[in-house]
C-alpha cells in the first residue's frame, strides 16, 4: 500500500464515520458527546460531525500508514488543515444549492462525499510536503481551541440560520426557541 491508496481508504472511513457521528448524541447523550457529534441539525452541528469525524479517522489512519510503513510527514498538520477547511468548503458549495432548492438528503451526502474527497487530495498533498514539526505542535494545540469553540457554540448558539435547527426549530443543545 502506498500514501495513494490510504487517502482512498480515508474517504471511505471518514464518509462512513460521519454516518456514525451524526447519531453519536443521540446515542449518549452528555456533556462530553455534545461537544464532539452535532447535537441538532442545523448546517453548524453538521460541520462538527465531519470535522470530528475526519480527526477520530486519524486515529485509524496512523494505525495505517505506520503498519505498511507509509512515508509521511505533517501528520497533526494534516489532520487540522483537513478538519477546519473541510466547514468552508462544505458551507461555499453547500449554502447556495440551500438557499435555492432548499433541503435535500442526497445531496447533502453527495456534498459531503465531495469535500471528503477535496480534504483527502490535500491532505495527500501536507503527508508528502517537507516536516515541519512547529507546525505540527501548533496543530494539536488548534484542534484543541477547535473543540473549546465548538462546545461554547453548542450550549451558546449565535443567532442565525447557520445555528438554527429547522426541525427542531431552536438553536444549540438547549430549547432556544425563534
Request: aromatic share 18%.
Amino acid at each position: 500500500m502506498n500514501l495513494k491508496k490510504s487517502r482512498i481508504i480515508s474517504i471511505i472511513g471518514i464518509f462512513i464515520l460521519c454516518f456514525i457521528s451524526h447519531f453519536v448524541y443521540n446515542l449518549l447523550p452528555c456533556s462530553l458527546t455534545a461537544i464532539f457529534f452535532p447535537v441538532n441539525e442545523s448546517i453548524w452541528e453538521h460541520m462538527k460531525m465531519i470535522f470530528t469525524s475526519i480527526i477520530l479517522y486519524g486515529i485509524i489512519d496512523y494505525i495505517i500508514l505506520n503498519k505498511f510503513n507509509i512515508k509521511y510527514n505533517n501528520f497533526f498538520l494534516n489532520l487540522f488543515i483537513t478538519a477546519i477547511i473541510s466547514i468552508p468548503i462544505y458551507l461555499v458549495i453547500y449554502l447556495p444549492i440551500y438557499y435555492k432548492i432548499g433541503e435535500n438528503m442526497f445531496i447533502n451526502i453527495g456534498l459531503m462525499l465531495l469535500v471528503i474527497i477535496i480534504t483527502q487530495i490535500i491532505s495527500y498533498y501536507i503527508l508528502k510536503s517537507k516536516s515541519c514539526k512547529l507546525l505540527n505542535y501548533i496543530s494539536i494545540i488548534l484542534i484543541i481551541i477547535s473543540y473549546i469553540i465548538f462546545g461554547y457554540l453548542t450550549y451558546n448558539p449565535i443567532k442565525s440560520e447557520l445555528f438554527f435547527d429547522t426541525q427542531d426549530e431552536k438553536y444549540g443543545i438547549n430549547n432556544y426557541n425563534v
